[in-house]
């Protein structure tokens, strides 16, 4: 399958810690996104990471590809409870987007 | 401000009726996309369009079809429900095909 997978599945977290979310894949990828999707906001582009490129920052997020081990992770930096959402890896394997079943985020008070 | 609009957020039917889903996007964006949504499975692709009047299957295009008439607007039609197409179904459009894609707010249908 060409689908990335999300790992772990869920994440709970005390807030002001840093977490962090992995993807893996099987295919050549031209570019890896992640999603955000919340109850209130649907979901919402949060990066884009080309395959020429190892790191990425936006704000509190930075997100890392290591295209020789067909993986990217995700870190949320001194997480806020606004930060719980559903977070989802997306790759551009042929100009389509194939998606992970995405990593459910808790931030506990 | 991008903006992807869904017609209903909920939506009840009954097994065999005829469903409509609207997505209409102002960014004039080329290409549209329908996907469902399941619990443990993510975005499973529906249809996609990259032209007016040009439609693709995607992954799971059984029970459905389509309808881009114009740029803006991309329809989904279920012919006949049926309760295995319960689901959230999401609507979303891009500049192309692997570019960051825009979502609506979803709509959840349930079929009885």
């Known amino acids: 399958s060409q689908q990335g997978e999300e790992d772990p599945q869920a994440l709970s977290i005390q807030e002001g810690e840093n977490a962090t979310m992995n993807c893996s894949y099987k295919?050549?990828?031209?570019?890896l996104q992640w999603y955000r999707q919340n109850s209130g906001r649907g979901l919402v582009h949060l990066i884009l990471?080309?395959?020429n490129e190892r790191e990425k920052h936006s704000g509190r997020l930075r997100v890392t590809l290591d295209t020789s081990k067909k993986s990217s992770s995700l870190l949320i930096t001194a997480s806020r409870a606004a930060d719980t959402a559903s977070y989802f890896c997306?790759?551009?394997?042929?100009?389509?987007?194939?998606w992970g079943a995405g990593t459910k985020l808790i931030i506990k008070p | 401000d991008v903006k992807v609009t869904q017609s209903s957020r909920y939506l009840v039917k009954r097994t065999g009726e005829k469903v409509f889903l609207e997505c209409v996007q102002d960014?004039?964006?080329?290409?549209m996309f329908w996907y469902r949504q399941d619990p443990g499975l993510g975005l499973r692709l529906i249809y996609f369009?990259?032209?007016?009047?040009?439609?693709e299957k995607g992954d799971i295009p059984e029970g459905y079809s389509v309808s881009r008439e114009k740029k803006e607007r991309f329809s989904l039609i279920l012919e006949s429900a049926s309760t295995n197409q319960t689901s959230m179904y999401l609507c979303?459009?891009?500049?192309?095909?692997?570019?960051?894609?825009?979502f609506g707010p979803g709509t959840r249908l349930t079929v009885l």
């Open positions: 997306a790759l551009d394997s042929n100009y389509q987007l194939i």
């Open positions: 960014m004039d964006h080329e290409n």
């Open positions: 369009s990259y032209d007016v009047k040009m439609k």
């Open positions: 979303a459009s891009s500049p192309t095909g692997a570019d960051t894609q825009y």
């Open positions: 295919t050549s990828i031209n570019n």
């Open positions: 990471i080309r395959s």
